[in-house]
Structure formats: structure tokens, C-alpha cells
Nanobody, 127 residues
Framework: QVQLVESGGGLVQAGGSLRLSCAAS????????MGWFRQAPGKEREFVAA????????LYQDSVKGRFTISRDNAKNTLYLQMNSLNSEDTAVYYC????????????????????WGQGTRVAVSS
């Protein structure tokens, strides 16, 4: 069982930056692939970014490429999302998610691939 707690959300002006964190419980954080998803008001939850177990491979939604960076610190059991050049379309509740290791390579852009979810942290970008 893994518990995930997001933090770092808030209100920021367009063009600004925020860094989200996701603290994971347990001793096996390094064996989980991790992802960030977001849900904007009135919209379905969507994939933002993901990072594989070793941290050597990352995936991004096209709209955040070059602006967002996902990273992990396995020693601290923490996942990060550095968000730069924020705009109003980034306004959403951001969720982190964890996927247990498996020999089958998962599609980390799909919600159903993940085993655990956090409660979310809200990001609001004012224009």
C-alpha cells in the first residue's frame, strides 16, 4: 500500500512558476513508476507527465513539453513537477499517481495503469 500526498499548489500569475511535490509513504518508492494528471473545471482528468522506475525515462503531454519537468528523488520518496511559463489553461487540480513495477511495460499516459492516487493539489493561474 502506498499513500500519496501532493503539495505546492496555489495561485500564480500567468508566466509564473510553481513546483509541485508528491510525498509517498513506504520503502519501495523506487519500484513505482509515477505520473502527474490534472483535472480542469468541467473537464475530464488528463495525463500531464510520467517518469519510469529508474527515473531515466519521462513522458509529457504535448501542451506541457518544454515548460514542465517531472523528476523524482527516490531517497526522499518524493515526486516533483516543476511548472514554468504557466498559463490559464494549466489551471486544474493536479494529482500524482503510482504504478507498481511489472515486467510488462505499461502505458503511463493511461489512468487505468495506476494503482494509487493522491488527493490532489489545486493550481490556479491568473491572467
Amino acid at each position: 500500500q502506498v499513500q500519496l500526498v501532493e503539495s505546492g499548489g496555489g495561485l500564480v500569475q500567468a508566466g509564473g512558476s510553481l513546483r509541485l511535490s508528491c510525498a509517498a509513504s513506504g520503502r519501495t518508492f523506487s519500484t513505482y513508476a509515477m505520473g502527474w494528471f490534472r483535472q480542469a473545471p468541467g473537464k475530464e482528468r488528463e495525463f500531464v507527465a510520467a517518469i519510469r522506475w529508474s527515473g531515466g525515462s519521462t513522458l509529457y503531454q504535448d501542451s506541457v513539453k518544454g515548460r514542465f519537468t517531472i523528476s523524482r528523488d527516490n531517497a526522499k520518496n518524493t515526486l516533483y513537477l516543476q511548472m514554468n511559463s504557466l498559463n490559464s489553461e494549466d489551471t486544474a487540480v493536479y494529482y500524482c499517481a503510482a504504478r507498481k513495477y511489472s515486467p510488462v511495460v505499461p502505458d503511463l499516459k493511461r489512468e487505468y495503469e495506476y494503482d494509487y492516487w493522491g488527493q490532489g493539489t489545486r493550481v490556479a493561474v491568473s491572467s
